[in-house]
C-alpha cells in the first residue's frame, strides 16, 4: 500500500512537471511569436520611405561617420541605397551629406561618388551638397568631390589627398629571439611584403607603383570634381590636411556653413528629413536576444 502511495505521488509530480513544462512552451511561443510580429512590423514602418507621409518639401539629410568600409556602418551599400530613397522621395527639395569621416576604402568611396553622378544625371533638378563637420580626409573627400558644391565649418580638417600601404618588419626581432621562420608558398611573389622576411626591392617598387596609380586615380576624381575652382598648388595632392578656412582659399570647399544654413540658403527649405539607412532597435534586439529565443523555443519544442 504504501509503495502504491509513492508510486500515486511520483506519477501526480510527473503530471505536474509536465503541465509545467507545457505552460512554460506556450508562453516562450507566444513571446517568439509577439517578437517577430514586432520587428516584422517596425522593420516596414522603417522601410516605408522617410518623408512620404506629408507633402511638405523638405530637404534630405544623409550622414556619413567614421571608417569608410564594406564592413563598417558607412559603407557603399548603405549610402548608396540611402541616397536612392532620398532622390527617388517626391517632396525631396535638395540633398545633403553630412561628411564626418577620416577616410577609408578607395573601392567603397569609389563606388559612391559613381553612384552619385549617376543620381545626379537621373534627378538634374535635384541639387546635391556636402556639408563637412569635423573632419573630412581621403576617401570622405572622395566622396564629397562628387557633390554640387562643398561646404565645411572654419575649423574642419580637409583633405589628405593620398594613397598609403602600411606595416611592419620582424626581422631582426626573430633573429635575436633565436625564432626560425617557416614560410611555404607557390609562385615567385606569393609572400609579397611578409613581414618576417627581408624586404625585397622589387617587390617595394611594385607596390610603390600600386599605390601611385591609385593616387592618381584620386587625384583625377578631384579635379574632375573641383574643375577650376582648385587652386594651382600641387601640395592640395601630397597627403596634407588643412583648416576648412585654408581649404576655403585652395578651392577644396566653395563656401562656410553649417547643415542648417544650407538647407535654409542654398535648397530653400530647413525641414531636414534624415534618410540615412540605419541598423533600427528591433536589429540590434534580434541580435542580442533573438538566438536566445530560438534556443528556448527549440529545446521547449524537444520536450
Not at 145 to 165: E, H, L, N, T, Y
Request: net charge negative.
Amino acid at each position: 500500500m504504501q509503495e502504491n502511495s509513492i508510486n500515486t505521488e511520483i506519477a501526480k509530480e510527473v503530471l505536474k512537471e509536465q503541465r509545467r513544462g507545457r505552460r512554460w512552451g506556450i508562453f516562450f511561443k507566444l513571446l517568439f511569436f509577439a517578437y517577430l510580429t514586432a520587428i516584422l512590423f517596425f522593420y516596414g514602418y522603417e522601410n516605408i520611405g522617410s518623408g512620404q507621409f506629408g507633402d511638405h518639401k523638405h530637404t534630405a539629410l544623409i550622414e556619413i561617420n567614421g571608417v569608410i568600409s564594406a564592413d563598417a556602418d558607412a559603407n557603399a551599400d548603405i549610402i548608396i541605397s540611402s541616397l536612392e530613397k532620398a532622390y527617388s522621395n517626391k517632396n525631396t527639395a535638395g540633398i545633403i551629406l553630412r561628411i564626418n569621416s577620416p577616410g577609408g576604402s578607395p573601392v567603397q568611396a569609389g563606388y559612391i561618388n559613381d553612384e552619385i553622378n549617376r543620381l545626379k544625371g537621373t534627378y538634374p533638378d535635384v541639387p546635391l551638397y556636402a556639408v563637412i563637420t569635423d573632419m573630412c580626409a581621403s576617401g570622405g573627400y572622395y566622396i564629397a568631390v562628387a557633390a554640387d558644391k562643398i561646404f565645411a565649418d572654419k575649423a574642419s580638417i580637409i583633405g589628405s589627398i593620398g594613397v598609403i600601404i602600411s606595416g611592419f618588419g620582424f626581422v631582426d626581432a626573430i633573429d635575436k629571439l633565436g625564432i626560425e621562420r617557416r614560410l611555404l608558398h607557390s609562385g615567385e611573389h606569393k609572400a609579397l611584403m611578409d613581414p618576417f622576411t627581408p624586404l625585397d626591392y622589387s617587390e617595394q617598387s611594385h607596390m610603390q607603383g600600386l599605390v601611385d596609380e591609385i593616387h592618381q586615380q584620386f587625384i583625377s576624381i578631384v579635379k574632375e570634381g573641383r574643375g577650376d575652382f582648385l587652386a594651382d598648388d600641387e601640395e592640395i595632392f601630397s597627403g596634407l590636411v588643412w583648416s576648412g578656412k585654408r581649404s576655403l582659399e585652395l578651392g577644396l570647399v566653395d563656401d562656410l556653413a553649417s547643415t542648417n544654413q544650407v538647407a535654409r540658403d542654398f535648397i530653400g527649405t530647413e525641414f531636414i528629413v534624415n534618410f540615412t539607412k540605419r541598423e533600427n532597435y528591433f536589429d540590434r534586439f534580434a541580435k542580442q536576444v533573438g538566438a536566445s529565443l530560438f534556443y528556448n523555443f527549440n529545446r521547449l519544442n524537444t520536450n
